[in-house]
């Protein structure tokens, strides 16, 4: 029992570590501002709150728009309390970094995974370059990614243990967190309560319900949450935006994109074994799928990976697809969210 204990704390200091070093090496450590940022950066030199967030909800009618401006008002407070400093400016991003290494490590527990393959797991967030960039920006790209996985582990814990104080805080920031800093978060959502249900009628074999329905939502949280996106978007990112005439494919040529989003965004982690491993996924389903004893054995765990990665690629088109309609740049960075989802 004491060495298992003494093993469990070991593994612990080694994961932390891990993130850490993780984090550190995306933390753009030196790095100068960029015009994107500065657009963060410029709200620092206002003396007052109020002031602040004048200037940001003006901003976010023409420059700024598709924005909440919590994450610009965030760094307005931490200018006035450290001075034009790079390191603070970023810190939202990078502080949600770490959460998101966190909470996939809590996913990973959730779902069974032994350490090794939780090392694995944060090796492969680690390799998807197109996500990581986002953890030493300050754009509010990785607070969505954060609240996305973390809505996912939230969602993923069985219910029982939800009414414990600290996962009823850890719903909260979860939730918040998303609200708050990106509109993008209200889609991904709705899909993890959607996804974590189903996921949860296939393991238990329960039957659908309306009660288990509306306790799995969380309806209080839910309630709260939509009040507070709609109150804030209200103010910001619902009351227009600019009308668009930019091509789509400016950035991501239409040749080019397969290729951008499956190998060098959502399967970027795979990289060299993504044709090969498709193949092999390809035909071991199919066996699976053939062979009724297989199937019986097999099928319900293939599910939910499955499912959770058509979520996220299915969101990610959605999102491009609404650039395409407003005549906007498809950008990767509107896939961020999905990005993460892909390799948990």
């Given amino acids: 029992m004491k060495n298992k204990l003494i093993n469990y704390h070991v593994s612990n200091i080694c994961l932390l570590l891990l993130c ?12 100068q501002i960029w015009i994107d940022e500065f657009l963060h950066f410029a709200f620092g030199s206002y003396d007052t709150t109020a002031e602040a967030w004048n200037a940001i909800s003006q ?3 023409t420059i700024n728009h598709g924005q909440t401006g919590i994450y610009m008002l965030i760094d307005h407070w931490l200018m006035q309390l450290f001075g034009a400093n790079i390191f603070w400016l970023r810190f939202p991003s990078i502080f949600s970094g770490l959460v998101l290494f966190l909470a996939a490590i809590y996913l990973f527990r959730l779902w069974g ?8 797991g944060i090796l492969a967030l680690f390799s998807q370059t197109q996500l990581m960039y986002f953890v030493g920006e300050a754009r509010p790209y990785m607070p969505l990614v954060t609240a996305t996985v973390c809505t996912l582990a939230y969602y993923s814990t069985p219910l029982p243990q939800r009414t414990r104080a600290i996962f009823t805080f850890f719903g909260l920031f979860s939730i918040l967190m998303g609200v708050l800093f990106h509109p993008y ?14 996921q949860k009628l296939i393991q238990t074999g329960e039957k659908i319900s309306i009660n ?35 091509d789509p494919f400016h950035w991501v040529k239409k040749d080019d994109l397969i290729i951008t989003f499956m190998d060098l965004s959502h ?17 071991i389903f199919s066996i699976i799928i053939v062979y009724p004893k297989l199937r019986k054995v097999y099928l319900k765990d293939l599910i939910s990976p499955v499912l959770l990665i058509i ?19 498809i950008l990767p960075r509107q896939w961020v969210a999905s990005i993460s989802l892909v390799p948990l």
């Avoid at 399967?267 to 035909?283: G, N, R, Y």
């Fill in 59 to 61: 901003s976010i009618l």
């Fill in 267 to 283: 399967f970027e982690f795979l990289e060299k074994f993504l044709d090969p491993l498709l193949i092999i996924i390809f035909v």
């Fill in 113 to 120: 995974m032994p350490f090794f393959w939780q090392v694995i």
């Fill in 212 to 246: 288990s329905v509306l306790k799995h939502t969380n309806i209080p949280l839910s309630v709260l949450g939509t009040i507070v996106y709609f109150t804030l978007g209200l103010s910001t990112w619902l009351r227009g935006r600019p009308e668009f005439t930019f």
């Fill in 185 to 198: 978060f209200s889609v991904y959502w709705l899909a993890i309560i959607v996804f974590t249900y189903l």
């Fill in 20 to 31: 850490l070093f993780c984090v550190a090496l995306n933390s753009s450590f030196g790095r």
């Fill in 311 to 329: 979520i996220a690629l299915g969101i990610s088109i959605f999102l491009s697809y609404v650039s395409f309609r407003s005549d906007y740049w």
